[in-house]
């Protein structure tokens, strides 16, 4: 479920960002938390009460070795379970991608937190977009390394195309940040065709109509 | 650690133990002993009281000074408060000495551990071989039916002869770990944190069924002599052991069945065209059977089994499992292994599925492992490392000293 990331940094580009957007001591629900490093950048940065869900056992079982409150399960299945508004930020980071039902996860993202955090690998960056125009083969980028039958990402979508699925679900943009392959967010007033082609991921803050 | 040593003991006791020895455990046990008088009776869920009560049990370790140290250990259904010392009966280690003492994932040098014997066990705690006051003879089956939170009420009363206000943990595997759940819901505000084991939320009509079994084969053996057979000296040896064969086999997998006896003779070339114990498989589960009748009451197992077929956590709070869990502050770490089919993982996702939806603090994970059942009492590393991490990291969260400046 997690992909390579070109960024050299300590921590993941898009880490570093949602940390940005979460206020300090609030409870967080990372799914598809992966190892547990936003977890603990969070625990450690923001004082926050996190919990987290994922998929692969053996990740689940190194996050609770370390002490990190994890469970075994899926997006698509075990979000079910959590009541309204249970955490102040739902998070989903570079994990979307890899749901069966993008839909409903991020309606039931919005359902149990009060804000939704959602980070994705962007489709309508120029590079997938001229691999594509020019091999006429399902690209693959450091960002997206699995060739087209052997990934987990079920449902690819582009900047553009995110910002309709939200309309759809009937919930309000906060904040939206694009970054390129070293980290670096794009200039504010860049639009957003712009950021479709530039950025190779994004950050979105989202606000559902129970908050 | 042997591969195989389903619940306590395990193979080749090196003390013969002998029916004397157990009783002597029943009156006078060899570990620490509380008695409640008779005018503190217990209440049970039956609505009888008892008294006197008794609750032998094992401490490893030391209570810091603001009594924030603490970890119960809760035993399956055929376990004691021997932990991790030698056994007085078998002379075998402890039961859970892989997981328990100096260094081990539940570190003695850093938490105090107490280890009860359940209310209805036969190891010094109050039980059907126990002296029924109003007669002076043992109980027998004039002993009340226990369940699982009466077990747990009567730990509480140990924990609060202790001084202890709030507990660490409370960690316990199979029966242990419906102990736990008991523990997280009647007593929510003295459990700091928690690990429900090879466990599940109710007992299954599965599991209920092979405790008839057992409890028939008790109850047919004529040395049973309907439950009075303390006096005459005897024991439903034929009985008892044949309960602890069938259960036995629930424990394991099939596959570790297969992969440790196969269809392999014992100590011969050939079938012997007889009900001789012929294959391995045969000659081991009757080598648990005889061993488990010299350390254990039948009574005991008949009043414990019933005990775990009554435990039901959400027929007890309307039908609904999370209203159990509603207003839990207990951090949960829930462990399942891949292989146990008593009490598979999909039991332990419910538990994870109600405490989710009450938002509570919880962990899980599922162990892969083939050994099935009894996986919880035996040398997985995995969940060993599980355990350590969960703890040590509430530990630290708590401020509780490391083992080396605990001491």
């Known amino acids: 479920m997690e992909k390579a990331v070109p960024f ?13 957007m979460v206020k300090p001591g609030s409870r967080v629900l990372d799914v598809g938390c992966g190892d547990g490093a936003l977890l603990k950048l969070l625990a450690e940065q923001k004082g926050v009460d996190g919990r ?21 399960g899926d997006a698509d299945h075990d979000l079910a379970d959590y009541p309204d508004q249970a955490f102040d930020y739902a998070i989903l980071s570079l994990t979307i991608q ?24 962007n489709f309508g960056h120029w590079r997938i977009r001229t691999q594509l125009l020019f091999t006429g083969r399902m690209p693959m980028t450091p960002n997206l390394p699995e060739p087209w039958f052997s990934t987990a990402d079920a449902h690819l979508c582009t900047i553009k195309d995110f910002v309709d699925l939200v309309a759809l679900v009937d919930a309000e943009v906060e904040d939206a940040v694009a970054f390129n392959s070293q980290g670096q967010r794009l200039p504010i007033k860049t639009s957003i065709s712009l950021q479709n082609l530039l950025g190779e991921k994004a950050v979105f803050k989202l606000r559902g109509r129970l908050a | 650690m042997a591969t195989f040593s389903a619940e306590p003991g395990g193979d080749s006791p090196s003390v013969k133990p002998t029916s004397g020895q157990r009783l002597f455990e029943v009156h006078s046990p060899s570990s620490s002993l509380i008695v409640f008088p008779e005018d503190a009776p217990l209440r049970l869920e039956s609505g009888q009281l008892l008294a006197p009560l008794s609750i032998a049990y094992q401490t490893y370790g030391t209570l810091n000074a603001d009594k924030s140290n603490a970890i119960l250990i809760c035993h399956a259904l055929t376990g004691d408060q021997h932990v991790a010392n030698v056994h007085p009966i078998t002379g075998k280690s402890g039961w ?33 071989a126990s002296l029924n006051p109003k007669t002076g003879k043992p109980y027998g089956v004039d002993f009340p039916v226990i369940t699982i939170g009466d077990m747990v009420d009567a730990q509480v009363r140990l ?34 944190t928690a690990i429900p084991i090879a466990t599940a939320p109710w007992h299954s009509a599965q599991n209920i069924a092979f405790h008839e079994v057992g409890r028939q084969a008790v109850m047919a053996d004529p040395d049973w002599r309907s439950g009075n057979y303390y006096e005459a000296g005897v024991v439903p040896k034929n009985g008892l052991a044949v309960a602890r064969m ?9 596959k570790a069945l297969q992969g440790k006896f196969g269809r392999n003779l014992q100590d011969r070339k050939a079938r012997s065209f007889s009900f001789d114990a012929d294959f391995k498989i045969e000659s081991y589960l009757r080598h648990q059977g005889s061993t488990f009748v010299d350390r254990f009451d039948a009574n005991s197992y008949l009043y414990i089994t019933r005990a775990m077929d009554y435990f039901d956590l959400e027929g007890a709070y309307g039908g609904k499992l999370a209203n159990a869990f509603a ?60 355990a350590r991490g969960f703890l040590s990291a509430a530990a630290a969260k708590r401020g509780l000293a490391q083992a080396s400046e605990a001491r």
Request: aromatic share 6%.
């Open chain 1, 52 to 72: 987290g869900v994922e998929l692969s056992r053996e990740k689940v079982n190194l996050c609770v070795q370390s002490g990190l409150a994890v469970i075994q």
């Open chain 2, 327 to 386: 207003g839990t502050t207990a951090e949960i770490c829930v462990v399942s292994f891949t292989s146990d089919w008593l009490y598979p993982t999909r039991d332990s996702k419910a538990i994870v599925k109600a405490l989710n939806a009450v938002a509570a603090n919880v962990s899980f994970v599922e162990i892969e492992s083939d050994k099935g059942h009894d996986a919880f009492l035996l040398d997985e590393p995995e969940f060993h490392a599980t």
């Open chain 2, 159 to 192: 924990i609060d002869h202790l001084g202890i206000d709030v507990l660490f943990s409370v960690i316990g595997g199979s029966m242990g770990g419906m102990q736990v759940l008991e523990w997280v819901t009647r007593q929510k505000h003295r459990v700091a």
């Open chain 2, 246 to 254: 069938a259960a036995h086999i629930t424990y394991l997998s099939e």
């Open chain 1, 8 to 20: 050299t940094g300590q921590q993941r580009a898009d880490h570093v960002l949602i940390a940005e």
């Open chain 1, 98 to 121: 890899a749901t069966r039902d993008p839909k409903t996860v991020l309606a039931n993202l919005l359902r149990i937190g009060r804000h939704a955090i959602v980070s994705f690998p």
């Open chain 2, 96 to 128: 859970w000495e892989t997981l328990v003492g100096p260094g081990k994932p539940v570190d003695t040098n850093r938490f105090f551990v107490i280890c009860p014997n359940i209310l209805g066990g036969c190891m010094g705690s109050t039980g059907p």
